[in-house]
């Protein structure tokens, strides 16, 4: 789907938004999640950090972000940023009690061998939100733009990849999608169709951003069209009466059992 939220990972990736720190908020009920996962570790390295906004409080946080253009819209006060790459982690083993990367795995050019570098890295625990690609066809938007939810499909590792990856004590968690989600990557607006009508949103949904409306047209057409004669609201009438909604978004969390910390 998307990280356009608060994820990186290769500079042409991230670089196609502009913008994208002031539309992109943490969600907090996502964001008590990431920080309950991470728990009680007092250094934390965030591995495609993008513009910081799930970054855990009264942490010791460092950054990892490989694009000059989201670095520079690093809100005032975030943590400290290092320019690298996933795959090639400018740190020593074990150097931090945990490592996390939130929505932004599909973006690496290797997943598996940023995933490596992340259980290298970190001595307690590694946290990764992801979306499981074998969920992907569970949302309605796919089915106006096929050719992303092949993409996605192609683009997230598994979660039997990550998890194997990871190594350790693995749990997975669902994380559902409120349905006035204040973060706006890609499944965000699941019960607002009209929000993807419009550019600026559009904008700050890297997996749009990248493509850019010419290839988007035939299904924002369509879209549109539903929204304005009903058809959206008698396929998907049934959302109205959910709050959050399952789309696929996991959180990996391996427990590696170190209890030093430092």
């Known amino acids: 789907m998307d990280k356009a939220s608060q994820s990186t990972g290769t500079v042409q990736a991230r670089d196609t938004s502009r913008g994208y ?8 009920r996502i964001l008590q999640r990431i920080a309950t996962a991470v728990g009680g570790a007092p250094s934390v390295v965030n591995i495609g950090a993008g513009t910081g906004a799930y970054e855990p409080p009264n942490r010791r946080v460092v950054a990892v972000e490989p694009s000059d253009a989201v670095i520079a819209q690093r809100r005032t006060g975030a943590a400290p940023v ?5 795959e090639a982690l400018p740190f020593k083993d074990g150097g931090y009690s945990a490592a996390m990367a939130i929505l932004t795995i599909h973006h690496w050019d290797d997943p598996l061998a940023g995933l490596r570098e992340m259980r290298r890295v970190a001595r307690r625990r590694a946290v990764v939100l992801t979306l ?4 992907i066809r569970d ?7 096929p050719e992303i939810a092949l993409a996605d499909a192609q683009r997230f590792p598994s979660i039997d990849a990550i998890t194997r990856t990871l190594g350790g004590d ?3 968690e669902v994380v559902p999608i409120p349905h006035d989600c204040r973060d ?4 965000a607006y699941w019960r607002r169709p009209s929000a993807y009508l419009a550019s600026h949103v559009r904008r700050n949904i890297s997996t749009l951003a990248a493509l850019g409306d010419d290839d988007l047209l035939d299904g924002l057409a369509r879209l549109a069209d539903d929204v304005r004669s009903g058809v959206w609201d008698l396929a998907n009438f049934w959302l109205t009466e959910r709050q959050e909604l ?7 969390v391996a427990e590696y059992g170190d209890p030093v910390t430092k």
């Open 21 to 28: 720190g002031a539309a992109r908020r943490a969600d907090p």
């Open 82 to 86: 290092v320019k690298a790459f996933a």
């Open 132 to 135: 499981d690609p074998e969920a």
């Open 139 to 145: 949302f309605w938007f796919y089915d106006y733009f």
């Open 170 to 172: 693995v749990r997975v």
């Open 184 to 187: 706006g990557f890609l499944a």
């Open 246 to 252: 399952d789309l696929g978004y996991r959180l990996v």
